[in-house]
């Protein structure tokens, strides 16, 4: 009788195990790059955007108006770039996020099936546009515009600086069209998402269809829509290339027809060409926003959590 | 009695403005996409010509030729999808096959979404400093490339755990319970039917490269030649190379408005091209599966 | 134990005999598909003004469909399509110029789950009478108070008006949808299986409230359980596959019923 050579059930004795012991620490390694990618970048924004703060001053850096970096007298002030960073996206969110949630309850509830099947992908197309596209309009379509305006408006005006069309509502109008699909996307499914039962139980005390959607539609869906409203807000202040050459080249208090930089703007406008002290403190601007985007990604998680366990 | 107290017209004011302005959001959506889509192909699509295609921007013949651009846009594709696809499959088989639940997944994966949420300028600072200072790579296209890898990282491992999770459990235990060892079933098993999903995050991936100009600005920088030997094409890695976003930036900024209009033309095909792929793998995918679960 | 039950209920209705009922609602000839399924064929009855009528029958026999095309809330699913005549006080409920805003604020609904709007117990209560445009806070007060009372559970709530209607129990959420209806003044009450979902304390409390409702309000119960039916009703319709096959007084139903089938169906032959 032949013996039958034994395989061991024991697990070190086995060579597959080597592969697989293998296997596994190079997938975990996988995971923690993630991890490791963020630490870094944070570690460089920090050590990269402090010493300006240091040498200037962070008063001086963070709360002063003056910003000519280059010149005889160099005054490094951001106060109106991280001013006109709030306000700009905090205008293109009051702008896009009606649209963008009008336009969800359309796709969620009002549109006829065959509507809303053309529609929604328009707006997976209008999410892949490239923001370079969007400035190139933003430069030959909506500065002209502005131009015009801005002449009727300050006709005859001794104080007002005349931009040629670049300024705040030029890139606030921009950035509310570049949130849309975001917003309305994450609305939608936040409106699809609530129990079936809300509307029926509406129509049958007599609301109409318009009185459902507002009075308790919405309202049931308010946690997701404030998440599309958290992402739209990250989507917004971290803009750059579309809004560089519509929101102008100056720093100016944020007011709509003036020439503004966003925290964004500054760097992607100056960095080209800027040395030593001025480089820095474009870091630091940069390391501005990025406290700004982990404030905001802070309040997301949070949001995420707490909407998840509403439905429970 | 002749009331009809049932039909008696109730108009409400409200609900009529809020109808109206329900329309008129979701039409101004619409006339958006077609009015930028429109505007873009009526003034860039006579600047695509063949020699806009396949030659490069040359004063003394006087032509304007975006080759170059398009094969640094190809290259830091490729580059990019080789350094990112692996570790991003990897990070979402970890944490969908081995990793048990606890404070490590909780972080690995809020890095992951804080990943997603960081706007691509931090990612271009980032690489400057890090790739182009710190590690002396200066401005050239393995500079973008690898920026860009960690950038498109929380894509490729989003889109693979939702594959992931579409593969039914008892595929997984079918397999062990027969001897396979959890590599070997992750290989033979779980990828292949994970690939729709794993594909069409890549698609998308090439979507957000394809699209991005922030991060490559102060990392691959704007150089536009065409390699002229395979020497120079293996070269070019190190070299700087401005991709087709970076060139209609650098057109926009000197008023050659029509080279930019031909590049943004050229850009939104490509942007089409890979929303109809992405559908197309998605319904193959549905198909995939639906046919799977009627023969089971 | 159905047959005693059943004397004494109609013993007490003895009294309200003694009126001779006008008709709320009147089916003739009532027909609804959905799409290619005809699931209501020619269903004629009428619905008598403040009494309680039960729909008994097997599932999927048709009567939560009928009750649904009482109010139009089957006008929600898409493909339905509806023949014949269904009157509200003689008014053609179908007719092309309704407005079933109008009809839904005469016709009230209560569902088999409870189901109240994620807000407060007060905004649940205020919802209709806002929708139909009272906004004055005093006369919102009075109603919500009313239909609380009404509907049995002010005491246990009123010191909690403003907590979400969510942090209350199954029963007392099923009490405050019907407070929910009460708010709106509705002349018909149409009940799903309003019970189905409750425990035993919690059904009895609200089988008593059907009771009480009978003065002011026509009520009309869709129920799977018979003793339920025997206890509340007047008149109960038996409702097979879509058909109505018996209809009458409702301890002429159970005690002398004239179709096999309902006999079939009451003894518990199947069902």
Redesign the interface.
């Given at each position: 009788m032949k013996e039958k050579k034994k395989t061991s059930i024991n697990k070190h004795s086995n060579s597959k195990s080597v592969i697989e012991k293998t296997a596994q620490r190079i997938f975990m390694l996988c995971a923690f790059f993630g991890v490791l990618a963020v630490a870094s970048i944070t570690v460089y924004m920090i050590i990269s955007g402090a010493p300006a703060l240091m040498k200037v001053g962070v008063g001086d850096v963070l709360f002063g108006h003056l910003w000519k970096p280059t010149g005889k007298d160099p005054s490094f002030g951001i106060l109106y770039v991280i001013l006109t960073s709030i306000i700009g996206t905090g205008l293109a969110i009051l702008i896009g996020v009606p649209i963008g949630v009008l336009t969800a309850v359309f796709l969620a509830e009002v549109a006829p099936k065959k509507l809303a099947s053309v529609v929604r992908p328009a707006i997976e197309l209008l999410a892949g546009i490239p923001s370079v596209i969007y400035g190139l309009l933003g430069l030959l379509i909506i500065n002209p515009w502005m131009y015009k305006i801005e002449l009727k408006l300050f006709q005859g005006s001794e104080t007002h600086q005349f931009t040629g069309g670049s300024n705040l509502i030029g890139a606030v109008i921009v950035l509310a069209i570049m949130i849309l699909p975001t917003v309305i996307s994450i609305s939608e499914s936040s409106i699809r998402a609530i129990p079936e039962y809300l509307k029926p139980s509406s129509l049958a005390l007599g609301a109409t269809r318009i009185q459902t959607i507002f009075r308790v539609m919405i309202p049931a869906a308010k946690s997701g829509i404030i998440t599309a409203i958290v992402l739209g807000v990250g989507r917004a202040i971290g803009e750059a290339m579309a809004i560089s050459l519509v929101s102008g080249s100056s720093v100016n208090a944020p007011l709509p027809f003036n020439s503004v930089r966003f925290l964004t703007t500054a760097i992607v406008s100056e960095m080209g060409y800027a040395t030593d002290l001025h480089r820095q403190v474009l870091f630091t601007i940069g390391l501005i926003l990025f406290a700004f985007i982990m404030i905001i990604n802070l309040i997301l998680s949070k949001l995420l959590k707490s909407g998840g366990a509403d439905h429970e | 009695m002749n009331e009809f107290v049932l039909r008696k017209k109730k108009i409400r004011m409200s609900d009529i403005i809020l109808t109206l302005t329900i329309y008129m959001s979701a039409l101004t959506t619409v006339v958006l996409l077609l009015g930028i889509m429109g505007y873009v192909f009526a003034k860039g699509i006579f600047v695509i010509t063949p020699t806009f295609l396949t030659t490069v921007t040359s004063s003394l013949h006087k032509t304007v030729g975006i080759a170059g651009n398009i094969v640094n846009t190809l290259y830091i594709i490729v580059l990019t999808l080789l350094m990112a696809t692996p570790i991003g499959i990897g990070c979402a088989i970890y944490l969908s096959e081995y990793a048990k639940p606890g404070k490590l997944v909780s972080i690995i994966e809020f890095t992951t979404e804080t990943l997603a949420g960081i706007p691509s300028i931090i990612f271009g600072l980032f690489g400057m400093v890090f790739f182009g200072n710190t590690l002396k790579m200066g401005y050239s296209l393995m500079t973008g490339a690898l920026t860009l890898s960690i950038m498109i990282l929380p894509i490729i491992t989003r889109n693979t755990q939702e594959a992931l999770k579409t593969v039914p459990t008892s595929y997984r235990s079918g397999a062990i319970g027969i001897g396979a060892t959890k590599w070997y079933m992750i290989q033979t098993i779980l990828l292949p039917s994970a690939m729709p999903g794993i594909v069409t995050g890549i698609i998308l991936a090439i979507g957000r490269i394809v699209g991005e100009s922030a991060a490559l600005l102060f990392t691959a920088g704007s150089g536009f030649l065409l390699p002229a030997s395979v020497e120079e094409f293996v070269g070019k890695v190190g070299e700087s190379g401005g991709t087709l976003t970076i060139q209609l930036y650098l057109s926009m900024s000197k008023a050659q408005y029509d080279v930019a209009f031909g590049i943004a033309a050229v850009l939104l095909v490509i942007v089409l091209g890979i929303n109809l792929l992405t559908k197309c793998i998605s319904k193959r995918l549905d198909v995939n599966y639906t046919s799977k679960r009627r023969k089971g | 134990m159905l047959i005693i039950q059943v004397r004494e209920e109609r013993d007490r209705r003895m009294e309200h005999k003694k009126v001779a009922s006008k008709i709320k609602l009147s089916a003739k000839d009532w027909n609804l598909y959905y799409g290619d399924n005809h699931a209501l064929k020619n269903i004629t009855m009428d619905i008598k003004e403040r009494k309680v009528t039960a729909l008994i029958g097997p599932s999927g026999c048709g009567k939560s469909t009928f009750l649904k095309s009482i109010?139009r809330?089957t006008d929600?699913i898409p493909s339905v399509r509806v023949e014949g005549s269904l009157t509200?006080?003689?008014?053609d409920?179908y007719?092309k110029?309704?407005?079933?805003?109008?009809?839904?604020?005469?016709i009230?609904?209560v569902?088999q789950?409870p189901?109240p709007?994620?807000?407060s117990i007060y905004d649940n209560v205020a919802?209709?009478p806002?929708?139909?445009g009272i906004k004055n806070r005093v006369v919102l007060d009075e109603i919500v108070e009313k239909s609380l009372i009404k509907a049995a559970i002010f005491d246990e709530v009123k010191d909690r008006m403003k907590k979400s209607a969510l942090s209350l129990s199954g029963g007392q959420q099923q009490r405050l949808?019907i407070a929910?209806?009460l708010a709106?003044e509705p002349e018909v009450i149409l009940m799903d299986e309003p019970t189905s979902a409750l425990d035993p304390i919690s059904t009895l409390k609200i089988e008593e409230l059907m009771d009480e409702l009978r003065d002011q309000y026509s009520v009309v119960v869709v129920t799977h359980n018979m003793q339920q039916a025997a206890r509340v009703s007047d008149d109960t319709a038996f409702f097979l596959l879509g058909e109505l096959i018996e209809f009458g007084a409702t301890e002429d139903v159970f005690s002398r019923p004239r179709e096999k089938k309902t006999e079939d169906y009451i003894t518990g032959r199947f069902g």
């Amino acid at each position: 009788m032949k013996e039958k050579k034994k395989t061991s059930i024991n697990k070190h004795s086995n060579s597959k195990s080597v592969i697989e012991k293998t296997a596994q620490r190079i997938f975990m390694l996988c995971a923690f790059f993630g991890v490791l990618a963020v630490a870094s970048i944070t570690v460089y924004m920090i050590i990269s955007g402090a010493p300006a703060l240091m040498k200037v001053g962070v008063g001086d850096v963070l709360f002063g108006h003056l910003w000519k970096p280059t010149g005889k007298d160099p005054s490094f002030g951001i106060l109106y770039v991280i001013l006109t960073s709030i306000i700009g996206t905090g205008l293109a969110i009051l702008i896009g996020v009606p649209i963008g949630v009008l336009t969800a309850v359309f796709l969620a509830e009002v549109a006829p099936k065959k509507l809303a099947s053309v529609v929604r992908p328009a707006i997976e197309l209008l999410a892949g546009i490239p923001s370079v596209i969007y400035g190139l309009l933003g430069l030959l379509i909506i500065n002209p515009w502005m131009y015009k305006i801005e002449l009727k408006l300050f006709q005859g005006s001794e104080t007002h600086q005349f931009t040629g069309g670049s300024n705040l509502i030029g890139a606030v109008i921009v950035l509310a069209i570049m949130i849309l699909p975001t917003v309305i996307s994450i609305s939608e499914s936040s409106i699809r998402a609530i129990p079936e039962y809300l509307k029926p139980s509406s129509l049958a005390l007599g609301a109409t269809r318009i009185q459902t959607i507002f009075r308790v539609m919405i309202p049931a869906a308010k946690s997701g829509i404030i998440t599309a409203i958290v992402l739209g807000v990250g989507r917004a202040i971290g803009e750059a290339m579309a809004i560089s050459l519509v929101s102008g080249s100056s720093v100016n208090a944020p007011l709509p027809f003036n020439s503004v930089r966003f925290l964004t703007t500054a760097i992607v406008s100056e960095m080209g060409y800027a040395t030593d002290l001025h480089r820095q403190v474009l870091f630091t601007i940069g390391l501005i926003l990025f406290a700004f985007i982990m404030i905001i990604n802070l309040i997301l998680s949070k949001l995420l959590k707490s909407g998840g366990a509403d439905h429970e | 009695m002749n009331e009809f107290v049932l039909r008696k017209k109730k108009i409400r004011m409200s609900d009529i403005i809020l109808t109206l302005t329900i329309y008129m959001s979701a039409l101004t959506t619409v006339v958006l996409l077609l009015g930028i889509m429109g505007y873009v192909f009526a003034k860039g699509i006579f600047v695509i010509t063949p020699t806009f295609l396949t030659t490069v921007t040359s004063s003394l013949h006087k032509t304007v030729g975006i080759a170059g651009n398009i094969v640094n846009t190809l290259y830091i594709i490729v580059l990019t999808l080789l350094m990112a696809t692996p570790i991003g499959i990897g990070c979402a088989i970890y944490l969908s096959e081995y990793a048990k639940p606890g404070k490590l997944v909780s972080i690995i994966e809020f890095t992951t979404e804080t990943l997603a949420g960081i706007p691509s300028i931090i990612f271009g600072l980032f690489g400057m400093v890090f790739f182009g200072n710190t590690l002396k790579m200066g401005y050239s296209l393995m500079t973008g490339a690898l920026t860009l890898s960690i950038m498109i990282l929380p894509i490729i491992t989003r889109n693979t755990q939702e594959a992931l999770k579409t593969v039914p459990t008892s595929y997984r235990s079918g397999a062990i319970g027969i001897g396979a060892t959890k590599w070997y079933m992750i290989q033979t098993i779980l990828l292949p039917s994970a690939m729709p999903g794993i594909v069409t995050g890549i698609i998308l991936a090439i979507g957000r490269i394809v699209g991005e100009s922030a991060a490559l600005l102060f990392t691959a920088g704007s150089g536009f030649l065409l390699p002229a030997s395979v020497e120079e094409f293996v070269g070019k890695v190190g070299e700087s190379g401005g991709t087709l976003t970076i060139q209609l930036y650098l057109s926009m900024s000197k008023a050659q408005y029509d080279v930019a209009f031909g590049i943004a033309a050229v850009l939104l095909v490509i942007v089409l091209g890979i929303n109809l792929l992405t559908k197309c793998i998605s319904k193959r995918l549905d198909v995939n599966y639906t046919s799977k679960r009627r023969k089971g | 134990m159905l047959i005693i039950q059943v004397r004494e209920e109609r013993d007490r209705r003895m009294e309200h005999k003694k009126v001779a009922s006008k008709i709320k609602l009147s089916a003739k000839d009532w027909n609804l598909y959905y799409g290619d399924n005809h699931a209501l064929k020619n269903i004629t009855m009428d619905i008598k003004e403040r009494k309680v009528t039960a729909l008994i029958g097997p599932s999927g026999c048709g009567k939560s469909t009928f009750l649904k095309s009482i109010n139009r809330m089957t006008d929600l699913i898409p493909s339905v399509r509806v023949e014949g005549s269904l009157t509200l006080d003689g008014e053609d409920i179908y007719h092309k110029d309704v407005e079933e805003t109008i009809l839904r604020k005469k016709i009230g609904m209560v569902f088999q789950q409870p189901n109240p709007f994620p807000m407060s117990i007060y905004d649940n209560v205020a919802y209709g009478p806002r929708i139909h445009g009272i906004k004055n806070r005093v006369v919102l007060d009075e109603i919500v108070e009313k239909s609380l009372i009404k509907a049995a559970i002010f005491d246990e709530v009123k010191d909690r008006m403003k907590k979400s209607a969510l942090s209350l129990s199954g029963g007392q959420q099923q009490r405050l949808c019907i407070a929910r209806a009460l708010a709106v003044e509705p002349e018909v009450i149409l009940m799903d299986e309003p019970t189905s979902a409750l425990d035993p304390i919690s059904t009895l409390k609200i089988e008593e409230l059907m009771d009480e409702l009978r003065d002011q309000y026509s009520v009309v119960v869709v129920t799977h359980n018979m003793q339920q039916a025997a206890r509340v009703s007047d008149d109960t319709a038996f409702f097979l596959l879509g058909e109505l096959i018996e209809f009458g007084a409702t301890e002429d139903v159970f005690s002398r019923p004239r179709e096999k089938k309902t006999e079939d169906y009451i003894t518990g032959r199947f069902g």
